[in-house]
């Protein structure tokens, strides 16, 4: 590959992502208080970019030998802090317009400040009662050194004026994790509205209370702050330690990883700023953002769930499969699509229940990336255990940010009689698949479920994916063999019929890209329609430039990290990439060649970066029936058609939302909804 191709850095196109969600807080045609669960989203996505991307480039610019290197990532690390400065501004400019309409609609956050004496009276004895005994400070002055704080707290630096004595100095965490972060207090009376007070705000109207028996007080002042961690896991393949083992003691020093970044409350003295920083060890490579009063936005994303005035309306999902008649009898018809949140997913539910209680099923096996807090799917295979069926769980402890909940389950299972495997050495195991092996007319017959997001119920409600419920024997076979391979990693077998990364998806991918470059090149039609969460891989990318250049038609909508750079003369003058943020989180990969008029069409686990292509276990499904690519192909070509919510990444990857060039207003989520809503039940 040419290393002169233009590559928009992931990092800043990540940011983009995250503004897009900014964008859908502060769009006024957006409910309101889903403008503010969108300031949660947008807080809790930085928090995390901190934990990762910004830990990482940190790393790599302390680390980075020669001059060249470290003036590259030390430019970047730049960049990446003056557009995060840019956005925290939008982000409060937008969180006072929000406080703004919150008040119109007779919803109140209001500060201690401002409560009349009925509310008083309430916070007062909430205080006492229920906040009082959770607060635990400490103090950082002299030689007290900083106890390890946690990157999932907020916590309060306390400055204490005393009376003929020098002032202290405490820290103390706000109690989130205990109490809820917003609290709804008594109305003003003959007013039809709803008030509430961040828990914050509570304890900063007695903070005298909590040192009045240990110091002569006089005022006292509260500034809040946050930290950031690199969230990087390292792992030691060779070592003969367990993976479970490896992955508990990996947390634990992710726990005491380097602060990267620090948000303060920009009221924060400067000397009291300063001592922070020196208590936190924190260097000239991290990152200080200074805020407003408050911090841990992404408390919002909870904020008035059960106020359904102002907020979307919720979508029925359609119904899942009939049950009049057994899910095996079904798939033995035919393969059933289902693409979620539109339909239920009691569609995977219902096949796992099925199978668990079904005398000819043997046995059944999963692959567990992130797993829902009370999982029916759980219930599901340990119920399969008590009816004597060998139940294979491969549990992917490395899924990031889900490894403690996973740690959790894996134990569960075990202890129910499941045979859990730990993942793949030196691969994450990301593919999302079921195979039910069901005894019929005296042999195995396979049933598979394939999807493109997590066997997860909760995010199934908000993350659009494909699932496919197949009763064909060829892939059931191939899965089941690729579940041999996770179990035995030294045992490896072809698959004829599945596309499985890292042993064939890179190769049959480039493959397929170049025959649409043929086809140009000798003057025939040809196309690629990709959708994928990122596309980042600098190989596929040049490849991509160079079927542009060929003259085939791209298109492509990527929600996230796009390094692929639009606009750029003789390289991608026919490439047209959108983005899609709405309501719901769109998730699905779909990958589509015109194929000299024979549409291909896969449905797949895998974005397009390095570690989907060679780094995890990821499969990749064409899909053969006429009816499924027909309705993908719609579903599609709704997306591609929005412009009510679709932005363009155009060479600055600036967000300019898709105008309506004249023709049907089309949001392509209520759009799907509808056109799934019209089709006969499968």
């Known amino acids: ?39 949660g989203i947008f807080s809790n996505n930085l928090d995390e970019f901190f934990r990762v991307h ?22 970047l690390l730049g960049q990446i802090n003056r557009r995060i400065t840019h956005l925290q501004r939008r982000y409060t400019t937008a969180y006072l317009q929000v406080l703004k309409t919150l008040d119109r609609h007779n919803i109140h956050i209001v500060p201690e400040t401002s409560l009349n004496q009925q509310q008083y009276a309430f916070i007062n004895d909430y205080f006492h009662s ?18 390890l704080l946690s990157d999932k707290k907020i916590y309060f630096v306390i400055d204490l004026k005393l009376n003929g004595e020098p002032r202290r100095y405490a820290v103390m965490d706000v109690p989130t994790s205990i109490l809820p972060r917003f609290i709804e207090i008594p109305a003003r009376k003959d007013k039809k509205e709803k008030v509430y007070i961040v828990l914050d705000n509570i304890i900063r109207a007695f903070l005298i209370d909590i040192f009045r028996n240990l110091l002569p007080i006089t005022s006292a002042q509260a500034y809040m702050f946050k930290i950031g961690r690199d969230a990087e896991i390292k792992l030691n393949e060779q070592v003969s330690q367990s993976v479970l083992n490896r992955v508990e003691r990996s947390l634990k020093q992710r726990k005491r990883a380097d602060p990267v970044r620090l948000v303060y409350d920009s009221e924060m003295p400067k000397p009291l700023l300063e001592l922070l920083k020196r208590k936190l060890k924190m260097g000239r490579y991290d990152t200080y953002t200074p805020g407003g009063r408050y911090h841990n936005s992404k408390d919002f994303m909870s904020f008035a769930r059960n106020s359904k005035k102002y907020q979307y309306k919720k979508m029925t999902p359609l119904p899942a499969v009939p049950v009049n008649e057994s899910i095996f009898s079904q798939l033995q018809k035919g393969g059933r699509l289902f693409y979620y949140p539109y339909h239920d997913f009691r569609a995977t539910t219902n096949f796992l229940a099925s199978a668990a209680i079904d005398p000819q099923v043997k046995e059944i096996r999963i692959t567990l990336y992130r797993i829902a807090k009370n999982s029916r799917v759980i ?20 899924a990031r940010f889900s490894e403690k909940a996973n740690i959790h389950w894996a134990h569960k299972l075990s202890e129910a009689g499941v045979q859990v495997v730990y993942g793949v050495p030196e691969m994450e195991v990301h593919a999302k698949l079921i195979s039910v092996v069901r005894r019929e007319q005296g042999k195995n017959k396979f049933y598979t479920e394939l999807g493109t997001g997590n066997f997860n119920e909760m995010t199934a409600r908000i993350y659009c994916d494909f699932s496919y419920l197949i009763g064909d024997q060829n892939i059931g076979r191939d899965i089941y063999n690729l579940f041999e391979f996770m179990r035995f990693p030294n045992v490896r077998k072809s698959y004829k019929h599945i596309i499985a990364s890292p042993f064939s998806f890179r190769r049959v991918l480039e493959a397929s890209i170049e025959r649409e470059i043929e086809a140009a090149r000798a003057g025939r039609e040809a196309s690629l329609f990709f959708k994928c969460n990122g596309l980042v891989d600098s190989e596929v990318i040049a490849q991509l430039y160079r079927a542009s250049a060929a003259g085939v038609k791209i298109k492509l909508i990527i929600r996230g990290e796009c390094s692929l750079v639009c606009e750029t003369p003789g390289l991608s003058d026919n490439i047209q990439t959108i983005s899609l943020v709405d309501k719901f989180l769109e998730h699905s990969r779909v990958y589509i060649f015109h194929n000299g008029g024979e549409e291909v069409i896969w449905i797949s686990s895998a974005n397009l970066k390095k570690r989907c292509l060679d780094e995890r276990v990821e499969v990749t499904l064409p899909v053969v029936d006429l009816e499924h690519r027909k309705l993908i192909r719609k579903i599609m070509d ?40 019209e089709l006969p039940q499968q």
Request: proline fraction near 5%; charged fraction near 30%; include cysteine.
């Open 1 to 39: 590959m040419r290393k002169d191709l233009p590559l928009y850095p992931k990092e800043l196109s990540w940011l983009s992502f995250n503004e897009r969600v900014l964008q859908e807080a502060e769009d006024e045609n957006v409910p309101i208080i889903d403008r503010v669960h969108f300031l």
């Open 54 to 75: 910004v830990g990482e480039v940190r790393r790599l610019t302390a680390f980075a030998t020669g001059t060249d290197q470290k003036k590259h990532f030390s430019k």
């Open 130 to 147: 229920r906040v009082l005994p959770e607060l635990e400070p400490f103090f950082i002055d002299g030689r007290n050194p900083m106890p």
């Open 379 to 398: 219930t599901a295979l340990i119920n399969a255990v008590r009816n004597n069926k060998k139940v294979i769980a491969i549990v992917e402890l490395r």
């Open 638 to 677: 709704l997306q591609w058609n929005d412009n009510q919510k679709a932005r363009v990444l155009d060479v600055k990857q600036t967000n300019t939302r898709l105008a309506n060039r004249g023709g049907r207003d089309c949001r392509a989520q209520d759009a799907i909804y509808r056109y799934l809503k």
